[in-house]
């Protein structure tokens, strides 16, 4: 059974950073993808960042040149260390996994349970 731990969520000041967490375990494939998600209030989920074990990236062009995504993947960790923190970014931000990249919601089966992030202004 896959499992998506996230961690690192917090309260930030405009221009602030955090780096967020997720850990892995159960994927039954050694290749595949994992994303960062968020959904802010009222909206719909959207796709931040994903990149695959071979290390391809994707990214929301709203968090090109702020946010990075990494892997660590002897430790199954994948990192989104987002940097210039904006109120709009405000949200619940999820990790998620699958055998595809892309930064689709539907393309993703697997969810951890989230972790918020908030930035004031």
């Known amino acids: 059974q896959v499992q998506l731990v996230e961690s690192g969520g917090g309260s930030v000041q405009a221009g602030g950073s955090l780096r967020l967490s997720c850990a892995a375990s159960g994927y039954p494939y050694s290749s595949y993808c994992m994303g960062w998600f968020r959904q802010a209030p009222g909206k719909e989920r959207e796709g931040v960042a994903a990149i695959y074990t071979g290390g391809g990236t994707h990214y929301a062009n709203s968090v090109k040149g702020r946010f990075t995504i990494s892997q660590d993947n002897a430790k199954n960790l994948v990192y989104l260390q987002m940097t210039s923190l904006k109120p709009e970014d405000t949200a619940m931000y999820y990790c998620?996994?699958?055998?595809?990249?892309?930064?689709?919601?539907?393309?993703?089966?697997?969810w951890g349970q989230g972790t918020q992030v908030t930035v004031s202004s």
């Open positions: 998620a996994a699958s055998d595809y990249c892309s930064l689709q919601v539907s393309a993703f089966r697997n």
